[in-house]
C-alpha cells in the first residue's frame, strides 16, 4: 500500500477591491446577471462571467425549472454558451457570485462538481488554465489559478 497525496491552494482576498480594476469589473457584470437570475425554487441566485481571449465577456445564470434536475447551474450556462458562440476562444478567467434572496451570502460559492466537471473540458480542450474567482454576495473573494486545484484527479479524454 501507498499513499498518495493531491495539494491544492488558492488565493483569499478579504474582499473584490483587493483585486485588478479587471477582475472588479468581471465580478461586476457577474453581479448584474445574477439579479436577473430565474431561481423560484431555491431563491438561491448565481451569476457567472467569462473573459475571453478575444475580449468578449460572456455572462450566465441559474435557470431552474419545475423539474428540478432540468435547471442549469450558472457556471454552465455560461460556458456552453461560451464554448457555442466563440467555439476559437479561450477562455480566460471566470467570475462567479451567488446571493439568496432569503439570507446574506458571505461564504465564497465554489462551482458544484458538475460544472467543474464542464469548466474541466473546456480547460483541457483550450490547454491554457482558467482563472476561477468566487465569491457570495459580501465578503471573501477566492482565487483558484486553474480549474485543477477545484477538481484533483479529475476524469477526462486520456482515459477513454
Ligand atoms: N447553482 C449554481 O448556479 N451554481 C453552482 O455551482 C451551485 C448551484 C444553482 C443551482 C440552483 O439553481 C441553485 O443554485 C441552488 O442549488
Not at 67 to 77: I, K, N
Request: negative net charge.
Amino acid at each position: 500500500m501507498k499513499e498518495i497525496s493531491i495539494t491544492s491552494s488558492f488565493n483569499v482576498y478579504d474582499n473584490i477591491e483587493e483585486l485588478s480594476e479587471e477582475i472588479q469589473n468581471l465580478m461586476q457584470q457577474a453581479v448584474e446577471i445574477r439579479k436577473k437570475a430565474y431561481a423560484p425554487y431555491s431563491q438561491f441566485r448565481v451569476g457567472a462571467a467569462l473573459l475571453l481571449d478575444n475580449g468578449e465577456i460572456v455572462l450566465g445564470s441559474n435557470q431552474e425549472n419545475a423539474a428540478y434536475p432540468s435547471g442549469l447551474c450558472a457556471e454552465r450556462t455560461a460556458i456552453f454558451y461560451a464554448g457555442s458562440r466563440y467555439p476559437e476562444a479561450k477562455i480566460l478567467k471566470m467570475a462567479i457570485t451567488a446571493a439568496s434572496d432569503t439570507n446574506q451570502t458571505t461564504a465564497p460559492i465554489p462551482p458544484c462538481g458538475s460544472c467543474r466537471q464542464s469548466i474541466a473540458e473546456y480547460e483541457i480542450k483550450q490547454d491554457t488554465p482558467i482563472e476561477i474567482y468566487f465569491m457570495g454576495e459580501i465578503g471573501e473573494v477566492y482565487k483558484s489559478a486553474s480549474l485543477k486545484n477545484l477538481l484533483p484527479f479529475m476524469f477526462d479524454k486520456k482515459f477513454l
